[in-house]
């Protein structure tokens, strides 16, 4: 059987394995300062506000839902492409730490309750590795609060992931990717028309995405 071409390139670029490292180790965790509802505006500069990660965003986003004034956002921590808005805050074990990788052209801000993560790697890699129930094993453990849920960026900073060669981590977005976009397409037909059909088969893809995205994200780790 031919193999894959991530598997030719994990042969070729990470064959004795991969190097897993703390987030700290190969980027820094901002924490923003501000930023409520009332500040929204209808122009302005772009925002993520922490509540939209969990409830409007996902994995990535190239466009905001809101925006704040010139002024308050001089005031505001700065988000660049590539970096991860992370919620550090939320009622639930689940939803603390989910995040979204800006990938719009355009600074936009966060506010408090949000962490910003500035590294040097696949941007939409570490979005999906945050999904990873590996990462949920760990935040878990650094997780505080009872009816709200709290991650410090510093212990987040602390969070060990397989970091494998820039090429290796594009193939699995794309990969991962693809999965997206047909569950997405699913989903819309299942919108527009719901069957048993339908909904029996996008339960079926989605815990198919699930395990293959661990699958995907889970590497040998290279001996020191």
């Not at 820039?166 to 997206?180: G, K, S, W």
């Amino acid at each position: 059987m031919p193999m894959s071409k991530l598997e030719e390139l994990i042969a070729e670029l990470c064959p004795d394995g991969v190097e897993y490292k703390a987030l700290g180790e190969f980027g820094t965790m901002i924490r923003g300062n501000g930023l409520q509802k009332k500040d929204f505006t209808e122009t302005g500069v772009g925002c993520i506000h922490y509540g939209q990660i969990y409830t409007y965003f996902g994995t990535y986003a190239d466009k905001t839902k809101t925006y704040v004034s010139p002024d308050l956002a001089r005031q505001l921590k700065k988000v660049n492409t590539g970096d991860l808005v992370i919620a550090i805050t939320s009622e639930n074990v689940d939803d603390v730490c989910k995040c979204v990788a800006w990938l719009g052209d355009e600074e936009i801000v966060t506010g408090g309750h949000a962490a910003i993560f500035k590294h040097n790697q696949d941007p939409k890699y570490l979005a999906y590795y945050f999904q990873t129930v590996a990462f949920f094993r760990q935040k878990k453990k650094i997780a505080n609060g009872t009816k709200v849920i709290e991650v410090s960026p510093q212990k987040l900073e602390q969070v060990s992931i397989p970091l494998p060669p820039l090429p290796v981590q594009c193939e699995i977005v794309r990969i991962l990717d693809n999965f997206t976009e047909l569950t997405a397409e699913l989903t819309a037909e299942l919108t527009a028309e719901l069957t048993a059909e339908l909904t029996a088969e996008l339960t079926a893809r989605r815990k198919q995405y699930e395990y293959y995205r661990d699958k995907l994200l889970t590497f040998k780790e290279k001996s020191a």
